[in-house]
Each structure stands twice: as structure tokens, then as C-alpha cells.
């Protein structure tokens, strides 16, 4: 079995418009599997280094939602709507259809489970190579906009430091909601 070497820590990733609809009846944080997709998608570009699962910590959440006037009026989502006139259809008459996806802007940090050993110099370059990739990922069918920061963090071997670790860890990563 696979044991965590490192982990990569992406701070206040910004995303714009994502994906905010899991089925025909709910809507609301995207799931799980499209961090995993992101996870994989990163460890794709990057070169020698095996990911493993993948920390959330939700920030912020905003929903892209118009509100009624009316105190039990449900809220219905902005929906974009295409060009009138657009490319192959500019000799048509009428206009174009809706896109119907509700999309969300979410604030939030990432911990990547590394499971490469890594050296002291591959740590530090880690950092920049994942900081140089981030621009072209999507994250749950969103843009990444900016982040404060990435950082590779050594975990501890013994069970005892990772406690400790993972204490000082986590105040960092205060105000959110862990996933």
C-alpha cells in the first residue's frame, strides 16, 4: 500500500463557474468526483509524481441564483444564453436556445495527497511546476481565477508527527468546511 510522502497545498483556489447541478432534483457544491477528475488531470501534467486523494476545504460559495420577491419563492438559476446570431446559424431566424446549467463561484483549498518520494530540490520545483499548470485545468467544469498560494508540505513517516502535522494543518486551513 501506498503511503503519503507530501502534500501539495493550493490556497483559496478561486473558481468561476462550476458546474453546481449533481442531478435532475438537487443542486448545490459540485462532487467529490470532480475533484478527484482535477486531481488526475493534474497528476497527468505533472512529470513523475503519483497523486492520491484529495482534501476540500470550502471557503465561499456562491450560487449564481436570481431570488423572487416573494419570502417562499424557490431561487432560479442566471442561465447564459448564446449569441443571436451565432456562427452557423446567422442565416436563421429566432433565437438561440438557453443553456441550462447552473453554475456556482466556490473559494477553496485543496490538499493533494502525494504518493512519490521526493526529494528536498523536486519539492521545491513541485510547487512551481503545479503553480504553472493551474491555469489550464478545469476544476468541475470551472475556471481557476487565482490563488494565494501553492506550497508542498513533507508529511511525517511516524504516527505520532502526523497528528502533530495534521494539528497545525488544520488552523490554517480555518474558515471553511472540510470535505
Not at 465561499?60 to 444564453?81: E, I, K, N, T
Amino acid at each position: 500500500m501506498n503511503e503519503t510522502c507530501a502534500l501539495i497545498r493550493i490556497q483559496r483556489l478561486r473558481v468561476e463557474n462550476a458546474n453546481a447541478v449533481s442531478g435532475n432534483l438537487t443542486w448545490g457544491f459540485p462532487p467529490p468526483s470532480a475533484f478527484l477528475g482535477f486531481a488526475h488531470a493534474l497528476e497527468r501534467q505533472l512529470d513523475l509524481v503519483k497523486l492520491g486523494g484529495v482534501g476540500i476545504v470550502c471557503h465561499a460559495f456562491d450560487p449564481q441564483v436570481a431570488f423572487s420577491r416573494g419570502p417562499w419563492q424557490p431561487g432560479r438559476f442566471r442561465l447564459a444564453r448564446h449569441p443571436y446570431i451565432a456562427g452557423w446559424k446567422k442565416f436563421e431566424k429566432g433565437a438561440s436556445a438557453i443553456v441550462e446549467e447552473g453554475r456556482a463561484h466556490l473559494e477553496v483549498t485543496l490538499l493533494l495527497e502525494v504518493l512519490t518520494e521526493l526529494d528536498e530540490d523536486r519539492l521545491n520545483t513541485l510547487a512551481h511546476e503545479t503553480q504553472s499548470v493551474l491555469p489550464t485545468l478545469r476544476l468541475a467544469g470551472g475556471n481557476p481565477r487565482h490563488w494565494r498560494a501553492v506550497d508542498v508540505l513533507e508529511w511525517p513517516e511516524w504516527e505520532e508527527d502526523q497528528r502533530e502535522a495534521f494539528r497545525k494543518l488544520r488552523y490554517r486551513l480555518l474558515p471553511g468546511f472540510a470535505l
